[in-house]
């Protein structure tokens, strides 16, 4: 079945090429569904191997004029590509909960993040700078400057469809680089309609191109094996990341990688437990459990593990769960089928190793991609949702007696993206931020993210840092002049 609502319907849904709609080569096009009905929203062109080699030769041609550009002609684009994104931010945020299924107020929240990365990497472009020295032998002078990488593959998630783009595009575009967007082909439309912004805000033609494909593989292995591209950032499942960095290898693309998580959310005997549970509320329900920095392990101190779990468990339980675009719903559907067996296989996992389930544990008998928010205690260590990302509305809760317990039990993982943890004791504080091994730690909160702050992990969480005043170095290569 398919419907159309009236916002689908104005959303580009071509190949973004050279400032304009265009038709993939082949014709072919690909379905963008809802996920709360599973029914197919519209039809997107479907990129091929040679749409994305069209896709490099504008960003080749546009480079080297793109990069020519005043700093402060590219903040200014930026910036009216933040204030017309921000006009448009109702328009965004339904198209983000039709194909995405978040709830809307979660998709309005997304539409003032996204928009951020465009603001803040506009006031960045002007602030580029190298350095100015003497040699210390006395012979001579030094001087390094900066200068964008080059033409960039961006590869973005389903999770946050706007984010996760202008994280990318915003910082790109700030350095002086041409871009390549692959976006989700679960969830295109909210970048093609990015850029129709960007086109409305000046960009010029070529400097952005946007390419939806039902075979990524196929589109995007051409260009990582082609000279011209100089960057790849991709976001997304670290098994794929791996894949990408030794595709990258041969052409020696600089890389920037964000990957998967498996966070710990760790609870002290000291802590604030009410103030607790409504962090462990923003960590783990936020997107539905549906993103990389969500919770995944909720590590609690034996004196408090039974009052943190019945709050948790009254909470969670009193989620509303329903179609994103319903104004009561707080929880909205899984991106697809598959993701929701894969939650369900791992809670039912973890059930038949001796979890408890204090509340949903199912998914619902209703069309759509639904699991019900979920609250499992007694969680077994052999569980594999303690080493599996779960991304969905699953809290796992695991008890521990010493700090240095909970310490261990937060880093027993290959990952290490994000970690939270809850403690008013500031020397502990201290202690356990230095001994997480993790890229971002939460202190007292449940929400981390911010524009103005470098976002990324370590081990097999990837390398390199999005947003800051670090996120615009990924674009740009050092340079070093002798005088």
Known sequence: MTTTPNIVAAVPTQLWLGGQQTPASSGATLPVRDPATGDILTYVADADPGDGLRALDLAAAAQKEWAATAPRVRGEILRTAFDLLTQRSEDFAQLMTLEMGKALAESRGEVAYGAEFLRWFSEEAVRLSGRYAGAPAGNGRILVTKEPVGPVLAITPWNFPL???????????????????????????????????FADAGLPPGVLSILPTSNAAALTGPLIDDPR?????????????????????????????????????????????????????????????????????????GAVIDEFTDKLTARIAALRLGPGSDPDTQIGPLINAGQRDIVADLVRDAVDRGARVRTGGEAPDAPGYFYAPTVLDRVPRDA????????????????????????????????????????????RVLRVSSALHTGMVGVNRGIISDAAA??????????????????????????????
């Not at 692959?182 to 295109?188: C, L, V």
């Not at 998580?261 to 437990?273: M, T």
């Open 384 to 427: 594999r949702l303690l080493r599996e990302e779960i991304f969905g509305p699953v809290a796992a809760v695991i008890g521990f007696d010493t700090e240095q317990e909970g310490i261990d039990a937060a880093n027993d993982t290959e990952y290490g993206l994000a970690a939270y943890f809850y403690t008013r004791d500031l020397d």
């Open 229 to 301: 591209l100089r960057k790849l950032t991709f976001t997304g499942s670290t098994a794929v990341g791996k894949l990408l960095v030794r595709n990258s290898a041969d052409q020696l693309l600089r890389t920037s990688m964000e990957l998967g998580g498996n966070a710990p959310f760790v609870v002290f005997d000291d802590a604030d437990i009410d103030a607790a549970v409504d962090g462990a509320m923003a960590a783990k329900m936020r997107n539905g459990g549906q993103a990389c920095t969500a919770a995944n392990r909720f590590h609690v101190a």
């Open 454 to 483: 470098p976002f990324g992990g370590v081990k097999h969480s990837g390398f390199g840092r999005e947003g800051g005043t670090e996120g615009i170095e990924e674009y740009l290569d050092t340079k070093y002049i002798a005088l």
């Open 163 to 197: 984010a996760m783009g202008t994280r990318k595009i915003g910082p790109a575009l700030a350095a002086g680089c041409t871009v390549i967007v692959k976006p989700s082909e679960e969830t295109p439309l909210t970048m093609l309609l990015l850029g129709q912004v």
